[in-house]
């Protein structure tokens, strides 16, 4: 409940809640200017071949991106389809879930790229930052203009700032939001004061010029330009992403703010290009970045910082973001159970050390290979676009959800696919220069989602499922049998049946058959995630006995899963209301103990050499059991590590077996030994 409202304390529109709002949101937009307008000049041939025409349909295009994707699309409707004013691409599909099974397919796809992205951002902006560095006289003359010590920086700092997460950024985070205040004032400064050259670049506020430049033969890549410009939008997505932490309202209010810094200091840029184009001493630079070329030399230390930190801070929202994208992925049951810390009591600060050793890893495989921020923009843009798409595949239904009439919704869809379609294709050029890196790592991702989702509907299509009432006459003999010795007080097992009535026949096959389990109480407990992220509340079935008790327990997707607590009480309170019976303990170290102890059983599945499956059946099941090898052990992840836990192998016997009947043979003396 805490974090609850110190959510809602953030949420509301306050001085503190824009802060918060400008550091952890505006990141991976607020850092495009880095990149965007040096990837379009170079693709076009470099600065010599850029005109005035040229530069004004490239700032209009980079104007209607962020106008139409961003404003519109993400600020003014998108953020409308908040789940209990949690945003995100799964948030949005769990509101969406119930109006089509194959939903969970964009899901499940935008996700994957999202992740993808959010390991390439770090390597890109960073990278980007640190190359103002050749740009300073003395770090040239100390180290040499060479790009090795860059990538040596750039890993020194990703390393660095991996290795703080598991540490909770909540210092860090207090002073993300000034930072990225003074950068997005940075950002205004600089490109004014090259803007005020040539004012008459606004007239790129008029649409005709982005469509002029696209059948322009100045502009040399045609259509395929906007995939350097999508760069200027690559963080959207995060808007939506980061609703639940910072609120619509602060969105509404910084929003503005931030776009009006954007498009000054890209105008400004285009106002530094067309004045610079005709300097052959600028012509002669090597890797050309706009953005540093434009800030005054007195201040192009500071400007390499700033940069540098916005950069980082970029990276630290990407990777945090990674981590609530992962944790509600799990909570969904598209994710294998990682195991999961918090380090600190505020929300949205959890820590996943395995996620957060592959992101590492990755992104420094891309600095290593890529070598240069240039190189990294070819594999940059594509997965984004695709997690861009599905968001507008869900938010169509949301629409027709929400009651919005067909031909409305439809137009709206068409409308923003197509622009999405448009960036997509135009990206896609980037594969075989280096965007088949992000398509890996989505593909990656989402077999692994595939192979998770796929192996549980196989498990739920054939597994078989009792009436627990059908058992209770043999419950309540195997409590009160004298001869056998109490196994437990409370015996608990987790059930995955959703039905208030049935649990697996395995389960009841664990109590009776394999080793029969004395107990005054039997727990049956189904764990539901609801689409309602902070949902908290159980219902009871106690059959009409004081020994047998199914649970079914309520949480939202953002809620920790931990059992141990959630039961003891349950288990209290049911006492206390006289449904199952008082367990008084004669040797306690607790004053006044209602509830005795407890053991959770906890099967463990096996594939058995009888199962009958087809061979993609038994291969998805086969792998879903490899990664479970790597994942955190179900006590764990269910906050059971201090409580008693017996785990019980069992067969998986699915589908249909077809035995082979043995033959009994006799000896052949016993055969003729009768008198």
């Given at each position: 409940m805490e974090s609850i409202n110190k959510k809602n304390n953030i949420s509301k529109l306050t001085l503190a809640g824009v802060l918060v709002t400008l550091g952890v949101v505006y990141g991976d937009i607020g850092t495009s200017p880095l990149y965007v307008m040096r990837s379009v000049i170079h693709n076009n041939g470099g600065l010599q071949s850029v005109s005035e025409d040229f530069i004004l349909g490239t700032l209009s295009l980079v104007f209607w991106t962020l106008t139409i994707l961003t404003t519109i699309k993400y600020v003014l409707i998108t953020l409308k389809a908040d789940n209990?004013?949690?945003?995100?691409?799964?948030?949005?599909?769990?509101?969406?879930?119930?109006?089509?099974?194959?939903?969970?397919?964009?899901?499940?796809?935008?996700?994957?790229?999202?992740?993808?992205?959010?390991?390439?951002?770090?390597?890109?902006?960073?990278?980007?930052?640190?190359?103002?560095?050749?740009?300073?006289?003395?770090?040239?003359?100390?180290f040499g203009n060479n790009q090795n010590n860059i990538i040596i920086i750039v890993i020194c700092i990703i390393s660095l700032l991996f290795f703080i997460q598991h540490l909770g950024t909540d210092f860090i985070g207090k002073l993300f939001g000034p930072i990225m205040l003074i950068w997005f004032c940075s950002l205004a400064f600089f490109g004014i004061i090259n803007l005020c050259n040539d004012f008459s670049?606004?007239?790129?506020?008029?649409?005709?010029?982005?469509?002029?430049?696209?059948?322009?033969?100045?502009?040399?890549?045609?259509?395929?330009?906007?995939?350097?410009?999508?760069?200027?939008?690559?963080?959207?997505?995060?808007?939506?992403?980061?609703?639940?932490?910072v609120?619509?309202?602060?969105?509404?209010?910084?929003?503005?703010?931030?776009?009006?810094?954007?498009?000054?200091?890209?105008?400004?840029?285009?106002?530094?290009?067309?004045?610079a184009k005709n300097n052959p001493a600028i012509l002669a630079i090597k890797d050309l970045n706009p953005f540093y070329q434009m800030i005054p030399k007195s201040l192009l230390m500071f400007g390499i910082i700033i940069s540098t930190l916005a950069a980082i801070i970029a990276s630290q929202a990407l990777i945090s973001g990674s981590f609530t994208l992962v944790s509600e992925a799990i909570k969904l049951n598209l994710f294998p159970k990682l195991h999961t810390l918090y380090p600190s009591h505020s929300k949205g600060q959890l820590y996943i050390p395995s996620i957060s050793r592959i992101l590492w890893v990755v992104c420094i495989g891309i600095v290593l290979y890529f070598k240069s921020s240039e190189s990294m923009e070819a594999a940059y843009g594509?997965?984004?676009?695709?997690?861009?798409?599905?968001?507008?595949?869900?938010?169509?239904?949301?629409?027709?959800?929400?009651?919005?009439?067909?031909?409305?919704?439809?137009?709206?869809?068409?409308?923003?696919?197509?622009?999405?379609?448009?960036?997509?294709?135009?990206?896609?050029?980037?594969?075989?220069?280096?965007g088949f890196v992000a398509v890996l790592i989505a593909f990656i991702?989402?077999?692994?989602?595939?192979?998770?989702?796929?192996?549980?509907?196989?498990?739920?299509?054939?597994?078989?499922?009792?009436?627990?009432?059908?058992?209770?006459?043999?419950?309540?003999?195997?409590?009160?049998?004298?001869?056998?010795?109490?196994?437990?007080?409370?015996?608990?097992?987790?059930?995955?049946?959703?039905?208030?009535?049935?649990?697996?026949?395995?389960?009841?096959?664990?109590?009776?058959?394999?080793?029969?389990?004395?107990a005054d109480v039997y727990w049956f407990v189904h764990i539901s995630v609801t689409d309602e992220p902070y949902q908290a509340d159980y219902t009871v079935d106690t059959f009409g006995t004081s020994y047998i008790v199914k649970v079914q327990l309520n949480l939202g997707f953002r809620v920790e899963q931990n059992l141990n607590v959630f039961l003891r009480q349950i288990s209290t309170e049911l006492v206390?209301?006289?449904?199952?019976?008082?367990?008084?303990?004669?040797?306690?170290?607790?004053?006044?103990?209602?509830?005795?102890?407890f053991r959770f059983i906890l099967i463990q599945e096996q594939l058995s050499q009888e199962s009958k499956l087809n061979f993609w059946e038994s291969t998805i099941l086969k792998l879903n059991l490899f990664i479970k090898k790597f994942t955190v052990s179900p006590s764990k992840w269910f906050g059971l590590d201090t409580s008693d836990v017996y785990i019980e192998k069992v067969p998986l016997f699915l589908g249909h077996s077809n035995p082979t009947i043995l033959t009994r043979k006799y000896p052949l003396n016993k055969r003729t030994s009768k008198v």
């Open positions: 209990k004013g949690e945003g995100g691409i799964f948030s949005l599909f769990t509101l969406v879930r119930k109006q089509a099974k194959w939903l969970i397919i964009p899901a499940m796809i935008g996700g994957s790229a999202l992740l993808a992205d959010g390991m390439l951002t770090p390597a890109v902006t960073v990278t980007s930052a640190v190359e103002g560095l050749k740009l300073i006289p003395s770090f040239n003359n100390l670049l606004l007239r790129a506020l008029s649409p005709h010029y982005a469509i002029k430049v696209l059948f322009s033969d100045e502009n040399k890549l045609g259509f395929f330009i906007l995939g350097g410009i999508f760069l200027s939008s690559t963080g959207a997505e995060a808007l939506y992403s980061d609703l639940g932490h609120g619509k309202k602060n969105i509404y209010v910084t929003w503005p703010f931030v776009k009006i810094c954007l498009l000054i200091n890209y105008f400004g840029q285009g106002a530094w290009i067309l004045s594509l997965a984004i676009t695709v997690t861009m798409l599905m968001t507008s595949i869900l938010l169509f239904n949301y629409l027709l959800k929400k009651k919005t009439p067909f031909i409305l919704s439809l137009i709206i869809f068409i409308f923003f696919a197509t622009f999405e379609f448009s960036f997509f294709i135009a990206n896609a050029v980037k594969f075989a220069h280096g991702i989402l077999s692994v989602m595939y192979i998770w989702i796929k192996s549980y509907y196989i498990k739920m299509s054939l597994l078989e499922n009792v009436r627990i009432s059908d058992y209770k006459e043999q419950l309540n003999n195997l409590r009160k049998d004298e001869a056998r010795p109490k196994f437990a007080t409370n015996l608990v097992y987790l059930t995955n049946s959703c039905s208030s009535k049935k649990v697996e026949k395995k389960i009841m096959y664990s109590i009776l058959d394999k080793r029969p389990k004395k206390e209301s006289g449904e199952i019976e008082l367990q008084s303990r004669t040797y306690t170290t607790i004053k006044n103990r209602i509830v005795g102890d």
